[in-house]
């Protein structure tokens, strides 16, 4: 591939780029409150046929895929994994508006960046758009040398509930593929690129404590709190039974079997560990997160991977119940509700964990605590260092200069499992650029760089490389 | 008094009441989120003009106090509590528009009435209004026999804060007062009435836990849920901690010396429950309030009196953090809050609980957890029931046909320590009539009664007939 020419165009379209990127954050796609859903696909499926592909609008139970494929006639084939949906984005906090893809100075360790805020920036549409507009740049200069598959979802925060029937619907043709990429942004603040071999699985679940399910405190709403004296509290119940679940340090889940099969590191792993070791910072991540301290000290550097890696964790993502709003409203209110998420390491199997809970619950006496899922979840999944896809992404890396910090897998997750354990294909995250904030205020990614984290421009340029590198073996 | 005269004045001017009463209604009073406030006050301070009284809006730092004297050159003089502020009505479950003043049946235990639904019908705007229409009633028949002295607060539901400002102002003016009435309606959906010689004692408090405070968990914001497995949340040491408060039926309070000064019942009350047990039935508020069970057997009636009235209670009125909306998001708050209240009962003093509550979470190690006081709270009240004007609203209801249940206390709060221990004045709660669900959706006032439940015209003529009965001595 003639690089060079690329980059030319990519420098020269720079603003036809941006605009579509705008587009497409503009376009609200909140799938927890299902805001924006379809117009967000629609406008997805004129980018692929913008591209020349043949373009789906694979309806599900759920949100549709779309489905885009471009046949060069090449010899291989990159199925593309895209997640259309975002986070919602009413919380406070937002310094920036969260919708209005605001550009400003952000001060990062590696020195000042023009930041763009808004909403699924970083999550994903910021590293959708960085492919698409390098898929063009290549197309209009000397022809996509290798065909595309363009699967993107609309249900990724939701846990990715239909997009295994998708997979099942298209499987043969999928298969086809030799490769498959997320297109993410792999550089932290300070630069550095890292590169995630995989990801935990999830379950997601509410439980909630009424009175009606229990038989005593109030059971239709809550009623005034003086009634404490005599009447039983569906609060204090789901507190006690909350508090059953985890050491009192919120961070040893105590349900029986729950760590059962949890697997030590594989020999691979404690390879990639040992060299992790020596470039691994917790800084970036400290400052980006305002965190202080880890459950761990942080001095001890492998503990604190494998601690983040290997944990499987019982988190309260919300609680909630009775008067929550200003003052002193005295009420003894009818139901409580946590949001709870498990996240799964290798061995964990997904069903067989809510009937731990479950079971747990029910031997400590609160079987009338409902558990009510929300989401099927992933399984956790893996994909070797050594797979041809992953070395391309590392020489892209190195060809940049910089030499990718390799992780076994990552603590969060996604419906990867659906490449590499149903249709059996290698998959690698990439490429460079810089983001951060996902699921929290202040979303961004980087729109212009600087010394050591490249801008949008360098990340399109980064992502034809990465295809150079790829076609190459 | 020549009541036939004054019940004959009410039973021509049924429309003028109500539709002064709806004024009042549709009049949004909300003290713990600042609604209408002003306005209230404003719309009451013309009705205490409207009864020719002497009329000042007494600022205070908080809402005012709206403050009549009525001089009929009488002997004796009635000091008149109301509240003219109210609870939010923003609450799910309501099945009546909550500020529409709507009338509709209702079918009590005792038989259909026609019931009107607005937040603050018996919470106390009923009350309030009734007492008033009978002052006029008396006023505009034969002229009142005894002077006023109408004390209206705006804060009554925030914990009255600025109510002791007032009565400090105006002490030697209201110490004159040969008794205090505060206006509210005695019976339940069976007709019976209930007279409550006192209140408990509150205080409102927010518990806080938040990484900032603590040093460890996320100290800004929620981050992605996935940092659970390397980083401390907030939500679950809340949970830890407010589970050492209460043991695991979340009804018996575990603070070191918390029930320490909780003193038995006196003689006087021991007696009156005595008296109680013969009578009281708790179906009326298992039905109105959806309660199935209390928290010990209901069949030991003055068990469960002695319960409801001599338990000093920790109740959770809400709580909340992190994401509380619609799916699946994953998130790791970094704060999450308890609104919680302590009822005091006799001995025990206001200003020594939350040091105990303090004390005992720092032993517990959380001295981070902050406590927010939202109120400063009530002292309990109690008055004799030999009290002339108790005896004058028993002989009322007595007159009327029913004999009244005296409780020694009621189980809820209200200011009354003001005119008992500050002014030193006997207080007593009336007249007849029904209303239910302050606090809570589809709170009403019956508008027409059956051969129970005394409807609104019943309810101002038994407010006469107290008076008369009053002056009777």
């Given at each position: 591939m003639n690089l060079e020419k690329?980059?030319?165009?990519?420098?020269?379209?720079?603003?036809?780029?941006?605009?579509?990127?705008?587009?497409?954050?503009?376009?609200?796609?909140?799938?927890?409150?299902?805001?924006?859903?379809?117009?967000?696909?629609?406008?997805?499926?004129?980018?692929?046929?913008?591209?020349n592909c043949e373009t789906e609008i694979f309806?599900?139970?759920?949100?549709?895929?779309?489905?885009?494929?471009?046949?060069a006639g090449a010899e291989k084939t990159l199925l593309v994994y895209f997640m259309y949906d975002t986070q919602p984005y009413d919380e406070p906090g937002w310094t920036h508006p969260p919708m209005e893809a605001a550009l400003a100075p952000l001060e990062?360790?590696?020195?000042?960046?023009?930041?763009?805020?808004?909403?699924?920036?970083?999550?994903?549409?910021?590293?959708?758009?960085t492919f698409l507009n390098a898929v063009e740049s290549v197309q209009n200069t000397e022809g996509l040398p290798f065909n595309l598959l363009l699967v993107a979802e609309g249900e990724e925060e939701l846990g990715s509930p239909h997009l295994p029937d998708f997979v099942a619907a298209r499987k043969k043709e999928l298969?086809?593929?030799?490769?498959?990429?997320?297109?993410?942004?792999?550089?932290?603040?300070?630069?550095?690129?890292?590169?995630?071999?995989?990801?935990?699985?999830?379950?997601?679940?509410?439980?909630?404590?009424?009175?009606?399910?229990?038989?005593?405190?109030?059971?239709?709403?809550?009623?005034?709190?003086?009634?404490?004296?005599?009447?039983?509290?569906?609060?204090?119940?789901?507190?006690?039974?909350?508090?059953?679940?985890?050491?009192?340090?919120?961070?040893?889940?105590?349900?029986?079997?729950?760590?059962?099969?949890?697997?030590?590191?594989?020999?691979e792993d404690e390879t990639l560990i040992k060299k992790l070791v020596e470039t691994f910072d917790p800084e970036p991540f400290k400052e980006t997160m305002k965190v202080r301290k880890f459950v761990i000290d942080e001095k001890d550097r492998e503990a604190l991977i494998k601690k983040l890696l290997y944990t499987s964790t019982l988190n309260i993502n919300g609680i909630w119940?009775?008067?929550?709003?200003?003052?002193?409203?005295?009420?003894?209110?009818?139901?409580?509700?946590?949001?709870?998420?498990?996240?799964?390491?290798?061995?964990?199997?997904?069903?067989?964990?809510?009937p731990l809970v479950r079971n747990y619950l029910d031997k400590k006496g609160y079987k009338d605590l409902k558990i009510k899922v929300l989401d099927v979840g992933y399984k956790w999944s893996k994909v070797s260092v050594n797979e041809?896809?992953?070395?391309?992404?590392?020489?892209?890396?190195?060809?940049?200069?910089?030499?990718?910090?390799?992780?076994?897998?990552?603590?969060?997750?996604?419906?990867?499992?659906?490449?590499s354990d149903v249709l059996g294909i290698p998959y690698v995250m990439g490429a460079l650029g810089h983001g951060a904030r996902a699921h929290s205020p202040d979303e961004y990614i980087v729109y212009k760089g600087n010394d050591k984290v490249l801008g949008l421009d360098g990340a399109q340029k980064s992502m034809v490389a990465f295809f150079d590198e790829w076609l190459k073996g």
């Amino acid at each position: 591939m003639n690089l060079e020419k690329i980059y030319s165009y990519i420098n020269t379209h720079q603003e036809r780029h941006f605009e579509k990127l705008k587009k497409m954050l503009l376009q609200p796609s909140v799938s927890p409150q299902n805001i924006g859903i379809t117009q967000c696909a629609e406008l997805l499926s004129t980018f692929f046929k913008d591209l020349n592909c043949e373009t789906e609008i694979f309806e599900t139970d759920g949100n549709p895929v779309v489905y885009g494929k471009y046949d060069a006639g090449a010899e291989k084939t990159l199925l593309v994994y895209f997640m259309y949906d975002t986070q919602p984005y009413d919380e406070p906090g937002w310094t920036h508006p969260p919708m209005e893809a605001a550009l400003a100075p952000l001060e990062l360790p590696s020195g000042t960046v023009t930041a763009l805020f808004n909403r699924g920036t970083i999550n994903t549409k910021g590293p959708m758009m960085t492919f698409l507009n390098a898929v063009e740049s290549v197309q209009n200069t000397e022809g996509l040398p290798f065909n595309l598959l363009l699967v993107a979802e609309g249900e990724e925060e939701l846990g990715s509930p239909h997009l295994p029937d998708f997979v099942a619907a298209r499987k043969k043709e999928l298969q086809k593929a030799d490769a498959c990429i997320f297109p993410f942004f792999l550089q932290n603040t300070k630069g550095k690129a890292t590169l995630d071999l995989g990801v935990k699985g999830i379950i997601y679940f509410e439980l909630e404590c009424s009175g009606k399910e229990w038989g005593r405190g109030p059971t239709e709403f809550g009623i005034h709190g003086s009634n404490k004296a005599w009447v039983d509290s569906p609060a204090w119940r789901l507190i006690h039974a909350l508090s059953t679940l985890t050491e009192d340090n919120g961070n040893t889940v105590v349900i029986d079997h729950f760590y059962d099969d949890v697997a030590p590191p594989s020999p691979e792993d404690e390879t990639l560990i040992k060299k992790l070791v020596e470039t691994f910072d917790p800084e970036p991540f400290k400052e980006t997160m305002k965190v202080r301290k880890f459950v761990i000290d942080e001095k001890d550097r492998e503990a604190l991977i494998k601690k983040l890696l290997y944990t499987s964790t019982l988190n309260i993502n919300g609680i909630w119940g009775g008067y929550i709003g200003e003052g002193s409203k005295t009420l003894l209110p009818h139901k409580v509700t946590a949001k709870i998420d498990i996240r799964l390491v290798p061995n964990q199997e997904r069903d067989k964990m809510l009937p731990l809970v479950r079971n747990y619950l029910d031997k400590k006496g609160y079987k009338d605590l409902k558990i009510k899922v929300l989401d099927v979840g992933y399984k956790w999944s893996k994909v070797s260092v050594n797979e041809p896809v992953v070395q391309a992404m590392i020489r892209t890396c190195r060809n940049y200069g910089y030499e990718p910090e390799i992780w076994p897998h990552l603590a969060g997750s996604a419906p990867f499992y659906l490449f590499s354990d149903v249709l059996g294909i290698p998959y690698v995250m990439g490429a460079l650029g810089h983001g951060a904030r996902a699921h929290s205020p202040d979303e961004y990614i980087v729109y212009k760089g600087n010394d050591k984290v490249l801008g949008l421009d360098g990340a399109q340029k980064s992502m034809v490389a990465f295809f150079d590198e790829w076609l190459k073996g």
